[in-house]
């Protein structure tokens, strides 16, 4: 049934949704690259909870600090170790890189920690529901649409006033032009996998907060979904990753409800076949630039 | 100032540049001239390090500078505005302009500079607020070209500034040039528009198939008649 309460959490796992094509757009913007090892900074993020939280007794919110800030440091340590390495070579081994760094992290994972499932221990707020205007909805929901609220403008914020954002943008414009103005090249691309990492420690708290459990795998869903979200979405831009996620995740709410109970099984597949009609309307995605791409020369 | 000896610049199997010698002094205005494929645009990607040497040497200000990164080169004082103008289509001419004072850090200048910018390209102060994108093709290379000055850089290099222009407008870039000249900057500047070029240039550098042709005053070239063997054939 279409309620309020549904609506409300439908927008939620668009937010959700929005935050983690977010992130994997950060990197395509500057390296023309999609980040295949993205979902494996979820799932560092993931186990940073669980690390932190299980051997150290500290209020959630130092332990979440610390998850977001484990997702950083891998994600900055993947571009020092990996990607800069191969950066001026070809694309395809900069995707091919990427594959490596992915089964890496999560080999590392399976080997060091475990195979299994591993608990994490999550704040009430994530397990309560709150009542409002009539409403009952779990607190998650609410949490998950106030701080996509709150990242999205903070990093408008970061990427329109401050000199790093605006080389960040000129870079997903142009990267050797950023170069010969000046602008180091190893800054800008360490610096947007800094805020990939973090905004993949953000959804990791959130996304391992539907399960409450950590596995090694558990970064290939969202990687999935964010890069279907940015292609529907429109490559090119920042906005076209939040739109694309927003229209992603409250589709797929949208399709739970209105399938029958025995087609639900199938709901990806109705999912993909959306997508693929969103895309034969829109083959550059929903969201274009304003002006003419084509130049003279 | 700028010192470029037997340049050879390779791309996969073809050789773009052969061999290519070619000198600017502090204050001049060097041109470079050749029909396409010449390997001007490639003489210039190596002295802005966008792309390799094979061999050869790059000196600017009695350094080499073959090898360094493009953001090094800019910093001791090469800009390159390049062909394609390749300014930022999704930032506004504001922020495009903030980016070519990006080695600089410093806000006060920014803003003096600024106001310079605006009495000699007063059309980019109309347009402040606009995408790049959405300026016509004379407004982005005055744009391109008022970003790359914005670095306060020692030599000017602008590639082919006129291309795809109208006249009218290549006019106003030819004139430009002349502005920034008589104020003192050191410029080598690539262009296909020979005419114009010999009646500003210092020196001329006359290109074919990657490799220095003739050199020397305007007045020497046109006498030669050497340009007319390229451009026409023999």
């Given at each position: 049934m279409i309620t309020f309460g549904f609506l409300i959490n439908a927008i939620s796992l668009g937010s959700l949704y929005a935050l983690i094509s977010l992130g994997l757009v950060m990197i395509y913007g500057v390296?023309?690259?999609?980040?295949?090892a993205y979902g494996e900074l979820i799932m560092v993020g993931g186990y940073g909870l669980y690390l932190v939280g299980s051997k150290f007794n500290l209020p959630w919110i130092f332990v979440a600090a610390a998850a977001i800030l484990a997702a950083m440091l891998v994600s900055y340590l993947t571009e020092l170790v990996a990607f800069r390495h191969v950066r001026e070579k070809s694309l395809t081994a900069l995707l091919i890189t990427s594959f490596a760094v992915s089964t890496l992290l999560q080999n590392g994972a399976l080997l060091i920690i475990s195979p299994r499932a591993k608990a994490v221990s999550l704040p009430k707020i994530f397990s309560s529901s709150i009542t409002f205007l009539g409403i009952t909805t779990p607190a998650r929901n609410i949490l998950t649409i106030a701080i996509t609220i709150l990242l999205l403008l903070g990093l408008s914020l970061l990427l329109r006033r401050t000199m790093l954002g605006i080389a960040l943008r000129a870079a997903s414009d142009n990267f050797r032009m950023t170069r010969m103005l000046g602008i180091p090249a190893n800054l800008v691309i360490s610096s947007a996998f800094i805020i990939s990492g973090a905004i993949a420690g953000v959804v990791s708290l959130f996304w391992v907060g539907r399960t409450a459990s950590v596995t090694p795998s558990i970064g290939q869903g969202p990687l999935l979904i964010a890069f279907i979200a940015i292609v529907v979405g429109g490559i090119s831009s920042l906005e076209g990753a939040v739109v694309g996620g927003f229209v992603y995740g409250i589709l797929f709410s949208f399709i739970g409800v209105l399938l029958p109970q025995t087609l639900l099984d199938y709901r990806e597949a109705f999912m993909f076949v959306i997508v693929i009609l969103i895309l034969l309307w829109r083959p550059e995605g929903l969201i274009r630039v304003k002006y003419a791409e084509e130049r003279v020369g | 100032m700028l010192h470029v000896e037997n340049l050879k610049v390779r791309y996969g199997a073809i050789t773009a540049v052969h061999d290519v010698s070619l000198e600017v002094k502090e204050g001049e205005l060097v041109a470079l001239i050749g029909v396409n494929g010449a390997g001007k645009t490639t003489t210039l990607s190596a002295i802005a390090g966008v792309v390799k040497t094979v061999s050869g040497s790059i000196y600017f200000e009695g350094q080499s500078?073959?090898?360094?990164s493009p953001e090094a080169i800019l910093k001791l004082g090469v800009a390159v505005v390049p062909e394609q103008r390749d300014?930022?289509?999704?930032?506004t001419v504001e922020e495009n302009l903030h980016m070519g004072a990006f080695?600089?850090?410093?806000h006060r200048e920014y803003l003096a500079d600024l106001k310079e910018t605006f009495i000699l390209f007063p059309i980019l102060e109309e347009r402040?607020?606009?995408?790049?994108?959405?300026?016509s093709g004379g407004e982005q290379q005055q744009l391109a070209i008022a970003r790359s000055i914005m670095a306060h850089p020692k030599l000017l290099v602008l590639d082919e500034?006129?291309?795809?222009?109208a006249p009218k407008i290549v006019d106003q870039i030819f004139s430009l040039i002349v502005t920034l000249r008589t104020r003192g900057s050191t410029i080598l500047l690539v262009e296909q528009n020979v005419n114009r070029t010999l009646d500003i240039a210092d020196r001329v550098y006359l290109i074919n198939n990657g490799r220095v042709e003739i050199q020397g005053t305007p007045d020497q070239l046109r006498s030669q008649g050497a340009i007319k063997d390229i451009y026409l054939g023999k």
């Open positions: 390296l023309k690259m999609v980040n295949f | 500078i073959v090898g360094k300014i930022f289509p999704s930032l080695s600089r850090h410093n402040f607020q606009q995408l790049g994108g959405t300026l500034p006129s291309l795809g222009l």
